[in-house]
T-cell receptor
């Protein structure tokens, strides 16, 4: 069973602080690593994604750091805001055309940003 | 609104009954996916369509589950002889061409009593 392990399960951060969520994967064939954000009662929405050929990608306050040799990647949320309070999922998938199109998700991290 | 639409939003059924869910993807998207999400877990892949062809099914998918996408537009997911373990949020997602970005609907919450 392909797995993506995510930690921590829950995270409380002060407004303005940095939120860090970590993921580790096993399958070296994974080629695409997105992070999804989910609010209660809604489906997941893509936040940011990275491929193994780069070590970091930044979009606004959100940064993915990728360590291919360690098979780990992390999401950093700078200047965390109460509106960022949601559940965050890391995921991974093999390359398009590899015969599988399924995303394998981590179990999620519930982030609470307190004022 | 041009997002992924799912119907119904909530379904309560008794064990042993059949249920059917509908998904309308974003209109130009040719790829459609079904995922299942239980409380405190990430979404779990069920099946994938490219146009009307079902190209991938999870090995974990029971034969009580069947999905169709007859004209390459909307899709239905049917669960026969429901069990309490089928209680979950069923999510539909769509994407376009080789773009790996999935757009998810808000899901159908199934409760089997």
């Amino acid at each position: 069973q392909q797995q993506v392990k995510q930690s921590p399960q829950s995270l409380i951060v002060q407004k303005g602080g940095i939120s860090i969520i970590n993921c580790a994967y096993e399958n070296t064939a994974f080629d695409y690593f997105p992070w999804y954000q989910q609010f209660p009662g809604k489906g997941p929405a893509l936040l940011i994604a990275i491929r193994p050929d780069v070590s970091e990608k930044k979009e606004g306050r959100f940064t993915i750091s990728f360590n291919k040799s360690a098979k780990q990647f992390s999401l950093h949320i700078m200047d965390s805001q109460p509106g960022d309070s949601a559940t965050y999922f890391c995921a991974a998938s093999p390359p398009v055309g590899a015969g599988s199109y399924q995303l394998t998700f981590g179990k999620g991290t519930k982030l609470s940003v307190i004022p | 609104d041009t997002g992924v639409s799912q119907d119904p939003r909530h379904k309560i059924t008794k064990r042993g009954q059949n249920v059917t869910f509908r998904c309308d993807p974003i209109s130009e998207h040719n790829r459609l996916y079904w995922y299942r999400q239980t409380l405190g877990q990430g979404p779990e892949f069920l099946t994938y369509f490219q146009n009307e062809a079902q190209l991938e099914k999870s090995r974990l998918l029971s034969d009580r589950f069947s999905a169709e996408r007859p004209k390459g537009s909307f899709s239905t997911l049917e669960i026969q002889r429901t069990e309490q373990g089928d209680s979950a949020m069923y999510l539909c997602a769509s994407s376009l061409g080789s773009d790996e970005k999935l757009f998810f609907g808000s899901g159908t919450q199934l409760s089997v009593l």
